[in-house]
């Protein structure tokens, strides 16, 4: 990654964007001084080796992580992603985030480089996303809790009608989707990282059992949760020193 790495001091001198080398287990390799600054970090070595889940909740960082994936997986960009991402401060911005995957000399995709840039400083159209702050926030703070989607929308000052329209129309999803997708991503954490059984696992990440539990899992994620704890599960246990 030499040559994506020289990129790194390029991006120092563009202070309202935020930039990242990742290698192929999401794990920091390089970052610009900006991002340092958003974590409330002062030097890169507070960075490297780290991963998503030693910033963000576990539920964000497993959606960070597993977009990272995808990149590597697909080959391809992943460019205009929108994400409510947390500061040190534990504040909730907008961005707008790409994604590349890096190759090796073989072709094979060793890593990703990644920029964002905080949807209101460049001057975007994020007025519908702040009017939804409130009711992904929630969701992401009361996810082990019943939650109400006409509860959501009265966050958010607007009827159920027009809170289901808009939201699909920004996030691609329904509101119920999005729901469950983020106890899905919180399950992967404790999936990967717990030792709690499936059952455990599935009511404390808000599903009514483990029969609804390994529904949506394998809806969102394409295998079970059980498959999924043995791939990734052991593959961090196995690998979870240097990288």
Known sequence: M??????????????????????DESRFIRVNEPLLRTHGLTHEREMIGKNDFDFFL?????QYIDEDRRVRESGKPLPNQVWLVPNSAGMLFWYLSSKVPIFD???KAIGISGAMVRMDQVGSVVEPYREMTPSVAYVMNHYTEHISIRGLAELTGLSLSQFDRRFKELFQMTPSNYIHRVRVNAARSMLEKSGESIGEIAVECGFYDQSHFTKRFKRVIGMSPSAYRKQYGQKRAAGGGEY
């Open 2 to 23: 030499g040559e994506a790495q020289s990129l790194v001091s390029l991006f120092d001198y563009l202070p309202d964007v935020y930039f990242y080398l990742k290698n």
């Open 58 to 62: 576990p539920l964000l960082a497993a």
């Open 105 to 107: 000399k073989a072709g």
